[in-house]
Every structure is written in C-alpha cells, then in structure tokens.
C-alpha cells in the first residue's frame, strides 16, 4: 500500500514538473505548490480549445523559425558588408522568438508542422536571394515578412481578446510584445531604403502572398 502511494507520488511529480515541487523539510515528503502548473498557456478545457490553442502555437513557432531562416540567408550574403550588424541585430531578436515558441511549445507537447523542413530551406532562399539585390533587396523582404507577422499576430490578439482575455493573459503579453518587435523591424526595413528597391511593391505583395499561403498550412498541417 505504502509503496503503491509512493510510485503514484512518483509518477504525479513527473507530470507537474521540479518547479512546483518541495520537500518537508521535517519528513522529507514531497509537497505540492500552490503555484500554477502552466507559465503561459492554460491547461485546455475541452478538445475544441485544445485544438485552438495548438493551432496558435504551430503556427507562431513555424513564423518565427521561418523569420529565422530568412535572416539566416541575408546574413550568408551581407554579413561582412555594412549592413551586417544590422540583419544581426534583427537576427537576434528572432532567435529569443524562436525560443520562447520552442519551450512554451514542449511545455505543451504541441508538435510542430510537418512542413518545418520546407521552411527551412524556403527561409534561407528567400533571404539569399532578396539580400543578392543589395541593401535595399534585403530590407524589402524584411518589410514584406514583418508587415505579414504583426498583422497575423494582430489577428491573434483581437481573436483571444473577443475569446477570454482574462485566461490568455501571459500568451496575449508574449504575443504582443513579438508584434512589437516585428513592427520594429518593419519600420527598419522602410527607414533603410526598402522602397528605393525597383519593383519594391511587386516583390512585397509576392513575398506577402507567399506569407499568406504558409501561415494557412502551418495552422493546419
């Protein structure tokens, strides 16, 4: 009896993790937190917003690993060039993106799109081949693809808002402040000529329905 207590203890503390878990320090028995066992997504209450819930995640962790690889190929051809640090400096922001999809995503074991491997490669050619055009090249894509990020997450905010904001809170601040900062980028992009590029216009409604067109399969697939 003891011992099945004990393994079904075992097992509990497995489930809700280290971080919620102290020992007596008298009996050295485990003891349960009253600290919730979630940081930003709440345990779902049904299927239904389970499946929502898991659709925002895939999602937004394959935009951002995309956003990634994107900046990944404009460093590959700018990176020693003055504009470098620059790219860099945006690359770097993406990769804290990135990682905070990438925990919140195995704290939730929502599994990722299939179509990762796609990105990846799609990602990196689209950066390479735009930063090739120069300067200007580069930071019209950057505008294109940060104007489709915050206005998705846009989307998302107005969508969890009418939903319950309550409940969302900590999802709502993260994604809030990834859409800051990809409007950040936007604005970068513009105020370091990206409509000085001939053709700028064409190339952002092709990048933007490229954009488009993986944001609904990433939900999905």
Request: proline share 5%.
């Amino acid at each position: 009896m003891q011992r099945a207590a004990h393994t079904a203890l075992h097992d509990w503390s497995r489930v809700v993790g280290p971080a919620l878990i102290r020992q007596c320090s008298k009996c050295r028995a485990p003891l349960l937190l009253s600290a919730r066992a979630y940081s930003v997504i709440p345990p779902p209450r049904d299927a239904e917003e389970r499946e929502m819930l898991h659709r925002v995640l895939r999602v937004d962790h394959a935009g951002e690993y995309g956003a990634n690889r994107i900046y990944a190929g404009q460093m590959a051809v700018l990176g020693r060039s003055r504009t470098g640090p620059l790219i860099q400096e945006m690359w770097d922001q993406e990769k804290k993106h990135l990682a905070k999809f990438n925990e919140i995503m195995a704290e939730n074991r929502v599994r990722p799109t299939a179509l990762l491997p796609l990105w990846n490669v799609a990602g990196f050619v689209l950066g390479a081949s735009t930063a090739l055009l120069g300067k200007e090249g580069a930071m019209a894509c950057t505008v294109a693809v940060e104007e489709s990020i915050s206005e998705h997450y846009n989307s998302q905010i107005r969508a969890l808002m009418e939903e319950d904001p309550d409940r969302y809170t900590e999802l709502l601040k993260v994604i809030k402040e990834f859409r800051d900062d990809e409007l950040e980028h936007h604005d970068t992009g513009l105020e370091h000529d990206a409509e000085s590029l001939p053709g700028f216009w064409l190339l952002k409604n092709a990048i933007q329905l490229g954009c488009k067109a993986a944001i609904y399969v990433s939900q999905r697939v």
